[in-house]
């Protein structure tokens, strides 16, 4: 069912720039991996004040290549949280390690500095710490933990490209970040992902990676009779960024202020429209980090009379679209078999994962669109509709 004034979970914030850009590159006769990546680049390491970034086909390959550039295989464990999409820990299992989930905060979703320690060993090799919904994780927690134990962090910041922790962007504060531009984020090429990093060997070791484990130096060497030569020096993947997802990536960050902006301004709304609400509550935010937006998660707890999936069905019946962010992943059928994870092992990403609902949040949204939402939600958990003057 999809009236057309359903309203969709998410749409993206596209104009003719982008109509532009794209034929730009078409008429440059240039389609893969080329200068609008280099310099794509370029512009997202200044944004998040890193020293390098390599542009690549999705944010899972950017995980999947830190956690193979650092050399991470069989035997490691790697720690992550279960409230995160698959891919998260897909690519610790890619690479051949045991992933180790660790349970989550009950405000913010994200992984628990407490939890993590707990499940630390001599084989933990890495943590990767996901800003859920665009909430910064406790960085100082895992830089101290890091510090005393040598594992290496690695940021996925999907949700988080805008966040910052104590004044600084978030991506910056580990070994590597991993970034999304998939099609619901906040700045999406279609599909693409960026790996962000201070570490020159480890940027060269991805961009190797991701072209099949050629020998940057002498692919772009030509020699003496000036033809272009190359060495394998091992066998990598497929994983770069081309030069129209680039373009595209080019006039979203230059967006992606005003965007944060937007939907800054649209969660007031929506907080004002649902503070009332008994049983109904967004999740926490810190004071003092700079949350990204990329999602708002309301969690219906059981003192809202109904259950989160009775309001998820009454809403799209109302042509309201909305998202679960996430089922955590320790309960999946493949986790299960795996690591043997149960019911009770990881109980406030359990308890989180039956209560999650993500509204729609993104800069088209209107006033109007958002106190529909509202209205909604206030009406299948029984609240009295929101009083004319309080409206947005
Ligand atoms: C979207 C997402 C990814 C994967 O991004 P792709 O670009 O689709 O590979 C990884 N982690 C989180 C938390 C995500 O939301």
């Given amino acids: ?155 996925d910041a999907a949700h988080a490209i805008e966040a910052e922790w104590g004044g600084r962007r978030v991506g910056t504060f580990g070994a590597a970040a991993a970034y999304s531009f998939y ?16 570490d020159g060997a480890l940027a060269d070791r991805v961009r190797s990676l991701s072209q099949h484990g050629l020998s940057l130096g002498t692919w772009t060497r030509y020699r003496a009779d000036g033809v272009q030569h190359y060495a394998l020096l091992e066998a990598g993947y497929k994983a770069n960024m081309s030069d129209l997802q680039a373009a595209l990536g080019l006039v979203q960050l230059g967006r992606l202020e005003a965007g944060w902006a937007a939907r800054r301004e649209r969660v007031g709304w929506y907080d004002a429209l649902l503070a009332d609400v008994g049983g109904i509550r967004p999740l926490g935010r810190r004071p003092g980090v700079r949350h990204a937006h990329h999602l708002y998660v309301i969690l219906v707890d059981p003192g809202a009379g ?32 795996l690591l043997g994870g149960r019911e009770g092992d990881l109980p406030v990403a359990e308890a989180a994962g039956t209560r999650v609902l993500s509204l729609p949040l993104y800069p088209g949204l209107t006033a109007e669109q958002v106190g529909r939402v509202a209205d909604a939600v206030r009406t299948v958990v029984g609240a009295p509709p929101m009083p004319v003057t309080r409206r947005t």
């Fill in 183 to 198: 099609a619901t984020k906040s700045l999406t090429t279609g599909e693409g992902g960026m790996l962000v990093t201070d």
């Fill in 1 to 155: 069912m999809a009236p057309t004034d359903y309203l969709w979970f998410h749409q993206p914030t596209l104009g003719p720039e982008e109509e532009q850009a794209l034929a730009e590159v078409l008429r440059s006769g240039w389609l893969t991996t080329g200068p609008r990546a280099q310099a794509f680049e370029e512009r997202f390491a200044a944004y998040v004040g890193a020293r390098r970034a390599v542009s690549l086909s999705s944010c899972t390959a950017a995980l999947h290549l830190a956690l193979r550039a650092l050399g991470i295989g069989p035997g490691d464990e790697v720690i992550t949280t279960p409230i995160t999409w698959a891919a998260t820990a897909n690519v610790i299992v890619h690479c051949g390690a045991t992933p180790v989930f660790a349970d989550v905060e009950p405000d913010t979703l994200n992984l628990a500095p407490a939890a993590v320690e707990a499940r630390l060993t001599p084989r933990t090799r890495a943590v990767i710490l996901v800003h859920f919904a665009g909430h910064p994780g406790d960085l100082d927690a895992f830089r101290s933990l890091q510090a005393r134990h040598g594992f290496a962090l690695i940021e």
């Fill in 306 to 337: 109904r259950d989160r999936d009775a309001v998820r069905v009454t809403l799209h019946a109302a042509g309201i679209g909305t998202g679960i962010h996430f089922p955590p992943l320790h309960l999946e059928p493949f986790y299960r078999g």
